[in-house]
Nanobody, 124 residues
Framework: QVQLVESGGGLVQPGGSLRLSCTASGFTLQYYAIGWFRQAPGKEREGVSCIDSSDGSTYYADSVKGRFTISRDNAKNTVYLQMNSLNSDDTGVYYC?????????????????WGQGTQVTVSS
């Protein structure tokens, strides 16, 4: 059974950091592009970052460039999203997803498998 599980979310103060993890079961994550998405209350799901399976190319939404870093650990079948300098606009449910390729479009429709999400709340 193909499954993605996110972890690492929580409550953090503005300016703080969190590291999210996306762990796969039932398939080998290194052969897929992995994207991170988020959805704030009342808003559409938006792409945050993605990493390609072939050459490790990474893409970021303008809103997180310079603050977020995506990486993968193939031995652990896990992709990470390191989030620094968090602000209230980063609040939302964060999802990871697997698809055939990564593009700068960070489109929701490009991904086939989705996790259940992990809540990130940035508040003082």
């Amino acid at each position: 059974q193909v499954q993605l599980v996110e972890s690492g979310g929580g409550l953090v103060q503005p300016g703080g950091s969190l590291r999210l993890s996306c762990t796969a079961s039932g398939f080998t994550l290194q052969y897929y592009a992995i994207g991170w998405f988020r959805q704030a209350p009342g808003k559409e799901r938006e792409g945050v970052s993605c990493i390609d399976s072939s050459d490790g190319s990474t893409y970021y939404a303008d809103s997180v460039k310079g603050r977020f870093t995506i990486s993968r650990d193939n031995a652990k079948n896990t992709v990470y999203l390191q989030m620094n300098s968090l602000n209230s606009d980063d609040t939302g449910v964060y999802y990871c997803a697997a698809g055939p390729w990564a593009t700068s479009e960070l489109g929701v429709d490009e991904y086939d498998y989705w996790g259940q999400g992990t809540q990130v709340t940035v508040s003082s």
